[in-house]
T-cell receptor, first 114, second 114 residues
Framework: KNQVEQSPQSLIILEGKNCTLQCNYTVSPFSNLRWYKQDTGRGPVSLTIMTFSENTKSNGRYTATLDADTKQSSLHITASQLSDSASYICVVGGRGGGSYIPTFGRGTSLIVHP | ETGVTQTPRHLVMGMTNKKSLKCEQHLGHNAMYWYKQSAKKPLELMFVYSLEERVENNSVPSRFSPECPNSSHLFLHLHTLQPEDSALYLC?????????????FGQGTRLTVV
């Protein structure tokens, strides 16, 4: 069964600090992995997309890594800001019967305090 | 803004009511999706439309009825809902349904069934 596990479930950090969120998956066959940011009460917004051959991708202060061998990904946030407070969702895309099937993690809730 | 617009943003309805959620995208995408997001659960894919044809229906109860009159508009018709159907309903679109292209989400409709 395809699964995506994220950790920690929630995280509180001080403004200006760095943090790393984890995503482990068992999706097979693997197509790509995405990280989304979802502000409370709003739709998710894509941060990064990585395919099998990519092991790192940055978007401003966000850097995602992918280890396709161990089926792990991380999202590193540098110099956190109050606006980074949100839920971060890991989505792993697989292929089944020719169709693209995304599997969503439960998300990590990040709170940045001043 | 992501280019995907959902209305209404909030909806409260009784179990005997009939209502519809609307989604509109002007990104030129060929695929549109409905997702359900309940508290503390991962996003659940409900329906997928590709070029106005339904290509996926993830065992969703018949009290949810989607409609895609053209590639820019997607509706979710609701009738005789249950309190457990209260959730954030998200619409998304992507270039094609069968590929891993980035999905753009709307802001969602917060539905409360009383």
């Amino acid at each position: 069964k395809n699964q995506v596990e994220q950790s920690p479930q929630s995280l509180i950090i001080l403004e200006g600090k760095n943090c790393t969120l984890q995503c482990n998956y068992t999706v097979s066959p693997f197509s790509n992995l995405r990280w989304y940011k979802q502000d409370t009460g709003r739709g998710p917004v894509s941060l990064t997309i990585m395919t099998f051959s990519e092991n790192t991708k940055s978007n401003g202060r966000y850097t995602a890594t992918l280890d396709a061998d161990t089926k792990q990904s991380s999202l590193h946030i540098t110099a956190s800001q109050l606006s980074d407070s949100a839920s971060y969702i890991c989505v792993v895309g697989g292929r089944g019967g020719g169709s693209y099937i995304p599997t969503f993690g439960r998300g990590t809730s990040l709170i940045v305090h001043p | 803004e992501t280019g995907v617009t959902q209305t209404p943003r909030h909806l409260v309805m009784g179990m005997t009511n009939k209502k519809s959620l609307k989604c509109e995208q002007h990104l030129g995408h060929n695929a549109m999706y409905w997702y359900k997001q309940s508290a503390k659960k991962p996003l659940e894919l409900m329906f997928v439309y590709s070029l106005e044809e339904r290509v996926e229906n993830n065992s969703v109860p018949s009290r949810f009825s989607p409609e895609c009159p053209n590639s820019s508009h997607l509706f979710l018709h609701l009738h005789t809902l249950q309190p457990e159907d209260s959730a954030l309903y998200l619409c998304a679109s992507s270039q094609e349904a069968g590929g891993p292209a980035e999905a753009f989400f709307g802001q969602g409709t917060r539905l409360t069934v009383v």
